[in-house]
Structure formats: C-alpha cells, structure tokens
C-alpha cells in the first residue's frame, strides 16, 4: 500500500478477512485521523498506539 487516500486504504483492510483483524491487539501509525478511526471500523479489539517518532 502506497497511498494514504481512502480509496486505497479502504479496500485494503476490507479485504482482511475479520477473523484475522479482530486479532490484532495494537494498531501503531501516526495521528493521521483516518488511520486512528480504521481502529473502530476494521480491528476492534485492537488499541492505538501513536508511533514515538510523531510524540512531543
């Protein structure tokens, strides 16, 4: 994956079957909203964590 846009992203995660994204235990990206919200729709059971290299 390349690209931020959510035409990309979406399809891409979607396509992860759920069995599989309900297992993920941490979602670690930066503080782009769209990737903070993937946590909701895509891996529930996940928690974020903010990438150290984007924390003040």
């Keep these: 994956m390349h690209s931020?846009?959510?035409r990309v992203t979406?399809?891409?995660f979607?396509?992860?079957?759920?069995?599989?994204?309900?297992s993920v235990k941490y979602l670690i990206?930066?503080?782009y909203?769209?990737?903070l919200s993937y946590?909701?729709?895509y891996f529930p059971n996940a928690v974020s964590?903010?990438?150290?290299s984007h924390v003040m």
């Design 33 to 35: 909203n769209p990737y």
């Design 49 to 52: 964590v903010v990438d150290s």
């Design 10 to 12: 979406e399809p891409y």
């Design 4 to 6: 931020r846009l959510d």
């Design 39 to 41: 946590l909701k729709k």
């Design 14 to 22: 979607s396509n992860i079957p759920l069995k599989e994204r309900a």
């Design 29 to 31: 990206s930066d503080m």
